[in-house]
């Protein structure tokens, strides 16, 4: 079926309930459940449907290109793209050329909309290189504009906010990273994008139930964030843009990202909190920074109330007890202000002494630092050693546990894998708060799995 051009432009409600849209949808959604896990399809020659839907999903394409004038050059090499697949038989996808043509990084323009069109895999999603459809408008306001210009660039993130998704989205994945594309070959990805409202309504939800579960009194301006979808957008975004360009920051003993590296997961938990806790600190900075304008220094407070509650609240028991290193980041925070005496648990309610907690939860960021920074001159594995004595100096290790034991329990002079074998699937298990808090919020956190900003209660 061919489609007209659609007139332009469309508002965002038009654009969604457009016949050009929603066949799009679902032609591609009904490709999916032909394809394998490397996103070929076997069954192409004997058939005909597959033809037809992507047929389908280039007609729509070619109506809603006057929508996105601005991705005019990405759109004409998926279409190309698309047709080349199609000619060759869906065998194994090569999105190359489309995917290097897609800058989103060059676009930063609150409110701009992408269509993004590829076979890929979504993270917390589904592992299949799956022909995946998403609309999505960009969120940057002024203030983040001002400090990506200043001390915090960041050319590579992209905070958007979703409009609509095919089935790979529905789920709890809130990135859409380039390098989950199907290519031939691999370029050097300059962009990385996260779905901010996705991460406000998922922490709005959690955090209203946490509140409640523990009776934890929020402070106002903390509070404020559960009733304003588009001030925690604001204050995630503010938060992601300092961590991402962390991990390419700082005093790094390895690769920042650990790629095709295998390591005991809790030096992955470090990492991660590590880049957490650095937006924490420069958040405390920018705070107290009467040079900021006071909208920036807002929302500089937030995140640091947004990278404790999402930490300990979701982090801490969102997903398995499988090597779960982000689970073990928010049970460090939460162990380590509780024993720095900041966080209580008293007659069933959760307090926080908010006016010590700057210096306390910057002291466990410069705990990592230090480690990071001796780690230069250390071999491999005395790191893996001195970063384990720092998570289980304060995380009580599995009384199974190997690596609790010392070193001298440990295969010191066999291969690095065999000391990674021996970490334990859930080394650092939940306390006894963690074990009856995760009885009464796992529905909760379950309940955001497809969350967007528009669907948040």
Known sequence: MTHATLPKPLSNSELLLSDAWNSLKLAATEFQTFQVQDGSVPTASEN???AILIESVMDSLTA??????HDADYLTALGTDLRAWADTGFGVPDFLDSLVAFQPQTQREDGLRHLVLFPM???NGSTNRLLEAVLVEVIWPEFIAALEAGDYSNKLFVPLRFLDFTPGYDTNSAVLFPESVAIRETPSFTWGAIFQDREAARFRRVLKAAAETTNLELPADAAAMLDDQALTEET???????????HMRGDLPFDPFMIKQRMPYFLYSLEELRCDLTAFRECVKIQADESQDQETRRHAKLVQYAVIFDRIFRFAITGTRTRNYDAVGGQLLFAWMHQHHVLH???TKLAIDWDEVPAVVSALGDAIDELYWRSIDRPKIAHWLAAYQLVAGTLTPHPASTWAKG???LPLTAPLRAMTDQVLDD??????FYEALSKKMTPVIESTIGITGSSAV
């Open 236 to 246: 995630f975004i503010m938060w992601d843009l300092i961590h991402d360009r962390t």
């Open 345 to 347: 648990w008293t007659d």
């Open 427 to 432: 080394e650092f298990p939940h306390s006894m």
């Open 48 to 50: 005909p449907r597959p």
């Open 64 to 69: 809603l290109a006057p929508q996105f004038p």
């Open 121 to 123: 895999y979504t993270q």
């Open 407 to 409: 070193p001298d329990a």
